[in-house]
Nanobody
Framework: QVQVVESGGGLVQAGGSLRLSCAAS????????MGWFRQAPGKEREFVAA????????YYADSVKGRFTISRENGKATVFLQMNSLKPEDTAVYYC?????????????????WGQGTQVTVSS
């Protein structure tokens, strides 16, 4: 089973930016879609962004559309989440996961191999 490790979280002021990274261990990384989810205290884990196997197609939650960008470098088995214009409501633990399908998916049931998460805190 693939292992993924997230990094890049931290504390930032509202309006600032962060770039999250997710490194995967699987040699067949380029076959599957990848996604980012987040979970705030007391809330369900929610979808943030996803990309297909190639990085050519992506999909975003309405709450982050226009502010976040997902990308991937298959040669490095890494996926990124560039987060701009951050808001206090973006505060959460962000998780990376590998999809079981090659396309774009926002459904948690399509994802396995979750990482340990990285904390993002946005101060007002």
């Amino acid at each position: 089973q693939v292992q993924v490790v997230e990094s890049g979280g931290g504390l930032v002021q509202a309006g600032g930016s962060l770039r999250l990274s997710c490194a995967a261990s699987r040699r067949t990384f380029s076959i599957y879609g990848m996604g980012w989810f987040r979970q705030a205290p007391g809330k369900e884990r929610e979808f943030v962004a996803a990309t297909d196997w190639s990085g050519g197609n992506s999909y975003y939650a309405d709450s982050v559309k226009g502010r976040f960008t997902i990308s991937r470098e298959n040669g490095k088995a890494t996926v990124f989440l560039q987060m701009n214009s951050l808001k206090p409501e973006d505060t959460a633990v962000y998780y990376c996961a590998e999809s079981s399908v090659p396309g774009v998916s926002s459904s948690r049931t399509d994802y396995g191999s979750w990482g340990q998460g990285t904390q993002v805190t946005v101060s007002s």
